[in-house]
């Protein structure tokens, strides 16, 4: 169980420091929205990514990674969410590609993994088709070689190349039977993208599939894979909502060092100092359980799963309060679009309520424990 960082990790996350302080601050991520930029990031960062090697950090040599571990990612994860860098992380690397890199077909990883690892393809993962998180509620199809479905909060599925779609062969929606992953092109007659911009500057959308044929060979995998696909793409961003919750906690510190209130300093009023001490404690247990939950993934741990609910919830739990006590904390200045607190207390709510929420996460804790 490393819940502290290895040698190669601290100079991983001082890199990914240095270069996102230089080149990603918070108010990059504003002009993004505030522009309503065509890709929601910004191309020339990923391919600098893709140079720094994070791109390729899950993949083999062979693919043009380095072939390290989902708790290596997380390291990365972590800063950016500090920056709330808005590049597609998560949904290209841990849910997109991840489901080919994962999956059976080597073809399909020899053909598209390495224009991944160089930051020139882009592959998202369209799953949800119901309000609240439930990775088996599936009612899109595949029959006689076509997918037809609609599918929604695609997370950056308006700049995908490719989507690894979630489709039922057999059963009924909610079944986790007769499930299955097929890569689609984004481009492929059929496919109807509509973007979505949400509350917290980063982008989904909504994909229609009428009809759009999908060859055998595209298959990549069953329940199984999706459930690999999912734990993995939870826990990294678990990570990085921690990397979100502790900059709204330092922030929050340090207001409460220098805002003054009846000529004293209001860091010093005994209640908003308990208040301060209850979110350090929740982002220090958060902190130790979403590292365990990476090494877990990574040892490949019979309690794995396990892990990943356990810190999802936890990772919930503490940004929901973090980022709701950080804004009340700065006041009314918190409420307003200028003051940037406000933009992590969004990016905190909006990362809850993905790949499910804290109940969600505390149920699947207990069935999987037997409950």
Sequence with gaps: MAVILSEEQLML???AQTFLADQSPVTRMRELRDAFDDTGYTPEIWKQMADLGWLGILLSEDHGGSDMGVADLGVVLWECGKVLAPEPLVSALLLGANAVRLSGNQTLQKDLLPA???????VALALEETARFHPYNVATTFSGGAISGTKIHVLD???ADQIVV?????????DREGLALYLVDADAKGVSITRNRRMD???AATVEF???EVGADRLLGDADLLDQVIDQATVGLASEMLGTAEEAFERTLQYLKDREQFGEKIGTFQALRHRAAEMFS???FARSIVRDALSALDEGRADAAVCVSAAKA???KASRLIGAEAVQMHGGTGMTDEEEIGLFFKRLKAAELSLGDETYHQRRFATLQGY
Excluded: K
């Design 13 to 15: 996350r001082e890199s």
């Design 116 to 122: 991944v690892a160089e930051g020139d393809r882009i």
């Design 201 to 203: 500057g980063r982008n």
């Design 314 to 316: 936890q990772a919930s």
């Design 210 to 212: 009428d009809g759009v």
């Design 166 to 174: 979630v489709a039922r062969t057999a059963g009924n929606a909610g």
């Design 282 to 284: 929740e982002l220090e």
């Design 157 to 159: 599925g308006h700049v």
